[in-house]
């Protein structure tokens, strides 16, 4: 049974940077990615960021594109999401999904399953 950790969430002012991780254990199975998804109290789950295992293409939410970056570590089973210039409204608990078959790496409903979440607090 594969298990998804999130960490690296914190509170950070508004410009700072955060690196979020995303630790995959129990892995019995090959996914073709792993992304990253934001949930803001009161708003729906967001897809921010998704990244291909093979060949490491990349998906990016229109509001996230030239600050996120996603990233990967084969050897570590490990998604990393740098993020910089963070604006408050990017508060929000983050969480790491799998997606096991080739669906897309920009449609939500693609992904499979998620870790607990990781909590990001920017203030202005």
């Known amino acids: 049974q594969v298990q998804l950790v999130e960490s690296g969430g914190g509170l950070v002012q508004a410009g700072g940077s955060l690196r979020l991780s995303c630790a995959a254990s129990?892995?019995?199975?090959?996914?073709?990615?792993t992304g990253w998804f934001r949930q803001a109290p009161g708003k729906e789950r967001e897809l921010v960021a998704g990244i291909s295992w093979s060949a490491g293409n990349t998906y990016y939410a229109d509001s996230v594109t030239g600050r996120f970056a996603i990233s990967k570590d084969n050897a570590k089973n490990t998604v990393y999401l740098q993020m910089n210039s963070l604006k408050p409204e990017d508060t929000a608990v983050y969480y790491c999904?799998?997606?096991?078959?080739?669906?897309?790496?920009?449609?939500?409903?693609?992904?499979?399953?998620w870790g607990q979440g990781t909590q990001v607090t920017v203030s202005s």
């Open positions: 129990g892995r019995t199975v090959s996914v073709y990615g």
């Open positions: 999904a799998d997606q096991v078959e080739s669906y897309g790496l920009g449609y939500p409903e693609g992904y499979d399953y």
